[in-house]
């Protein structure tokens, strides 16, 4: 167990429509960072907040938007979904700022039909 | 634009051998390394890392060899186990800068009993 939890586990919704990933990170660790893994694709960042505030960015689409709260869980939030959004997504977390290990979560499996 | 890139998608090795995996990157400002392995329905787990200012790293069974020269790295594993056949994935990072990792694609190793 990493410590990083991520719900829902799966999830199955429509093309057109929007969903929210949710992370909670170990405790402690003040960064928190999305990434998406396509079907027999590598880990592809999204986007990085610490401490609440946005750090980095990576091939995140517009229609995708992150953000980490005060008691510093995270959400993704993605909408207008498409087909190819299908992926697992994962959250991890790392102590601090270029901290070289980070901790991933189970992921969330998104499925859109 | 592939900045780490693991060549080989799946490799097989036989029990009691060598398992060798193979990683390559093209930018040079990554000064940090990392493997993570993957089992199905679960996230990567951190297994080891070596900083740019060593060229090997030993933890067990475990050794990671950085060519800096040739933005080559490689994991070996002796001797291979059944329980190590996972998704092998390199990443890399910078201690300055951008704090994300970015990862390769993946290797499926398999250990043949």
């Known amino acids: 167990d990493s410590g990083v939890t991520q719900t829902p586990k799966h999830l199955i919704t429509a093309t057109g429509q929007r969903v929210t990933l949710r992370c909670s990170p170990r405790?402690?660790?003040?960064?928190v960072y999305w990434y998406q893994q396509s079907l027999d694709q590598g880990l592809q960042f999204l986007i990085q907040?610490?401490?609440?505030?946005?750090?980095a960015k990576g091939n995140i689409l517009e229609r995708f938007s992150a953000q980490q709260f005060p008691d510093l869980h995270s959400e993704l939030n993605l909408s207008s979904l498409e087909l190819g959004d299908s992926a697992l997504y994962f959250c991890?977390?790392?102590?601090?700022?270029?901290?070289?290990?980070?901790?991933f979560g189970q992921g969330t499996r998104l499925t859109v039909v | 634009d592939q900045q780490v890139k693991q060549n080989s998608p799946s490799l097989s090795v036989q029990e009691g051998r060598i398992s060798i995996l193979n990683c390559d990157y093209t930018?040079?400002?990554?000064?940090?390394f990392l493997w993570y392995k993957k089992y199905p329905a679960e996230g990567p787990t951190f297994l080891i890392s070596?900083?740019?200012?060593?060229d090997k790293n030993e933890d067990g069974r475990f050794t990671v060899f950085l060519n800096k020269s040739a933005k080559h790295l490689s994991l070996h594993i002796v001797p291979s186990q059944p329980g190590d056949s996972a998704v092998y994935f390199c990443?890399?990072?910078?201690?300055?800068?951008?704090?994300?990792?970015?990862f390769g694609t993946g290797t499926r190793l398999t250990i043949i009993p």
């Open positions: 930018n040079s400002m990554f000064d940090y």
């Open positions: 991890a977390s790392s102590v601090i700022r270029g901290s070289s290990e980070a901790f």
């Open positions: 990443a890399a990072g910078t201690n300055f800068g951008n704090e994300k990792l970015t």
């Open positions: 907040y610490y401490n609440g505030e946005e750090r």
């Open positions: 070596i900083s740019s200012i060593k």
């Open positions: 405790s402690g660790d003040l960064s």
